[in-house]
Structures are given as C-alpha cells and as structure tokens.
C-alpha cells in the first residue's frame, strides 16, 4: 500500500460557472463532485491502495460556509451530511489534513471545529477571497482545528491559533 494520495475536488454546481471552470483548467487531475455524498464515494475507491493524506475542496464559500457541488456545508447543515463525512475518517492517513478551498470560509471557526470534529482530522480555512486556480496561492491567512480525539500532535497542529481555537469552541 502506498504511504498517502491527495485528492482535489472541485464543485460542479450543475451549471455553467466561469470560476469553476478556469479552476479546473489549472487542475487537470481534480474530479468533479455534484454533491457531498458523490465525493465521498469516488474516494473511497480512490483509497483502496493508499490512505488519504490532503483532501482539497474547492467551491463557493462565504464567511458562513461552502458549496460542496451543490450542497451548502455550514455549522447549522452539517449535521445533515454527518453520515456521508463520517465515512472519511477510516481513510486518513497520520497527517492528513481536509482543505476547504472556498472564500471567505475560514473566517468562521466554529464551522472549522465542528467539520474537523466529524471528520477527525484537522481543517483548514481561508479567510479572504480564493485564487486557486493560481497554484500555491490561497489568498488568505489560514486557520487550521485539531479535533480533540487526536492524542498526539501532527504535522498540522503548527496551523493552530490556540486562542481563536478555544474561544470559537
């Protein structure tokens, strides 16, 4: 088995977006996802041989939350697609880390904590408007949550905010 993939998926919000299509031009290998559910179940498949290491999910966001294809993933929604994330968590690698690559996301750190506490695995935000169809620019400052189940620090955990951390708890 290989140590780790890192998979990239993009929205497709059944519709014809310019963003969205110029983002997968600069990613040629990110599959295409139309809701929560059909993404968990290309990767499922995808981790048959490797755990998964980074999951990056590009979509439209606000301060609030963002599109996973076409469902809206927000703190009060999330327990709605709880049974779908859930089934990530036997996938991860020791330092995987979930990307939430929509704009404005990561200004809400509590629907971080609550995504990174489904999912086991830290999550990372960005809190100004996205650019990922540049490649290592994300446009923004980064907050990343540990979820508390996780007994020994990782790679990630140098993310952490300590302070934002327990005040958006």
């Given at each position: ?92 690698g020791s330092d995987s880390l979930l990307t939430m690559g929509g704009c ?7 629907f971080l904590l609550a995504l990174s506490d489904i999912v086991d695995v ?48």
């Amino acid at each position: 088995m290989a140590d780790s993939i890192d998979l990239y998926f993009i929205s497709d919000p059944g519709h014809f977006d310019g963003f969205l299509s110029s983002t997968s031009l600069f990613h040629p290998t990110a599959s295409r996802m139309k809701t929560v559910s059909d993404m968990i179940d290309q990767i499922v498949p995808a981790c048959k041989t490797a755990k998964l290491g980074e999951l990056t999910v590009v979509g439209h966001g606000n301060p609030f939350g963002q599109y996973v294809g076409t469902d809206w993933l927000d703190k009060d929604t999330l327990e709605s697609f709880r049974s779908s994330l859930k089934r990530l968590v036997p996938l991860w690698g020791s330092d995987s880390l979930l990307t939430m690559g929509g704009c404005e996301q990561g200004q809400n750190g509590s629907f971080l904590l609550a995504l990174s506490d489904i999912v086991d695995v830290p999550v990372r935000g960005f809190t100004a408007l996205q650019r990922s169809f540049v490649p290592g620019n994300q446009g923004g400052e980064t907050k990343c949550y540990l979820t508390c189940a996780r007994s020994e620090r990782t790679f990630w955990d140098k993310y952490i905010d300590p302070i934002n951390h327990w005040m958006s708890r």
